[in-house]
């Protein structure tokens, strides 16, 4: 007997300054797709309808409308950067149609026409904020891409800063897909900042990387770089630079839950031996089972009726526990903090003890508090050593 199929949208950009992360999104999402459509546990089968809005940000209103008004989907999984996601919500609000969003992202924003899968500004950049401020410096140099992730994530980080009687040295931005770094690397070498918090994104990020490697070697320095969003597959794209990159995230394929190795071996089994998954990649490998298993429960595709049956439900997922809260639409995630290493992975050192409740407008944030004190809050995330 065939099942019913249920039309589902894919929006990630194949071509453009952030390619890489959209294939990487695709990559897992599809493979969600087809494991869901081989098992008897689900009465339906999910037909996925992708679109490639190649990194123009305008294009993403253009393939949603195409696909709510041409394909009749009720659910969208995709978007990678801000800026696309602010594209999509006016049309699934006005709609009624429900965007489910892998990326981390930098908060303040909650839409009951969005399912938040990737990880909040207390997920992300307060566990990442919070150790450099207690292990390597109250003063940050930042460069970023010039949109409202940067934006935001600098904000909350120099509150957080200027709270423990430290400061932000700099901030320089350049436009999605600008690789004219040079100033801003030359500058860094000049000033000597004991941290850089690279908010970059795609080639820009890598170009960045390289030549701040280069530089910094040149004039014997030692400077850490931090990111919320450098994943494996682009360690690889930038190569040996990219070493020793304090990263904030709640997925990393080093994570050593069964889940998460038996999700890998699947992953190399698809794409390949030498393959990695992506932090974003998984958490889209996520939203298909979230929204599979919320469809299955709802036993229809209204998103009314399928938003109530995903809020709360646990899913024990590759990076662990994942379920919705259902007073923000975001997900209940594990904040992880690693370093990456000369093998294109990243050794986690830090991961909370238990999922964090997401936070999106950072309400039970006390800023004034030192960051000892803060870490022992019960508002906090409790972080303890990964052996």
């Known amino acids: 007997m065939t099942k019913p199929s249920i039309p589902v949208g894919i929006i990630c950009s194949q071509h453009g300054p952030y390619q890489a992360m959209g294939r990487e999104i695709l990559k897992s999402a599809m493979m969600a797709v087809d494991e869901i459509n081989e098992q008897d546990g689900f009465d339906f089968s999910i037909s996925a309808h992708v679109r490639d809005p190649r990194g123009v940000i305008a294009e993403y209103h253009t393939v949603c409308d195409d696909l709510i008004r041409n394909v009749g989907v009720e659910h969208i999984i995709g978007c990678y950067t801000s800026a696309s996601r602010k594209q999509v919500l006016p049309i699934v609000e006005r709609t009624d149609r429900l965007l489910w969003y892998p990326a981390r992202y930098e908060g303040f924003e909650c839409s009951d026409n969005v399912i938040y899968v990737g990880a909040s500004p207390n997920h992300n950049v307060l566990p990442l904020v919070r150790y450099v401020l207690d292990n390597l410096s109250r003063e940050i140099f930042c460069v970023g891409s010039n949109y409202v992730w940067t934006w935001e994530t600098n904000r909350v980080t120099r509150e957080l800063v200027t709270a423990a009687g430290g400061r932000i040295l700099a901030e320089r931005l350049l436009e999605l897909g600008e690789s004219a770094v040079t ?40 400077i850490p770089m931090l990111s919320c969003s450098l994943c494996e597959p682009e360690l690889k794209i930038a190569g040996p630079a990219s070493a020793g990159c304090i990263t904030s995230s709640a997925y990393f394929e080093s994570i050593r839950l069964p889940e998460n190795k038996a999700f890998v071996a699947r992953w190399k089994a698809r794409y390949g031996e030498h393959s990695s998954p992506s932090v974003d990649g998984q958490s889209a490998y996520v939203a298909v089972y979230l929204l599979a298993r919320a469809l299955q429960r709802a036993g229809t595709s209204d998103i009314g009726e399928v938003r109530r049956a995903a809020a709360g439900h646990r899913y024990n997922s590759p990076q662990g526990p994942v379920w919705i809260d259902d007073s923000n639409n975001h997900c209940v995630l594990t904040p992880r903090l690693a370093v990456s290493n000369a093998e294109a992975q990243f050794d986690i050192f830090w991961e909370a003890e238990a999922p964090v409740k997401p936070d999106p407008y950072l309400t039970q944030l006390d800023v004034a508090a030192s960051p000892a004190r803060d870490a022992a809050s019960p508002n906090a995330p409790h972080l303890r050593v990964v052996k």
């Open 183 to 222: 100033h801003i690397v030359d500058e860094i070498v000049r000033r000597r900042p004991p941290v850089v918090f690279n908010t970059l994104v795609g080639s820009s990020s890598y170009d960045f990387i390289r030549a701040f490697h280069a530089a910094t070697t040149a004039a014997n320095l030692s």
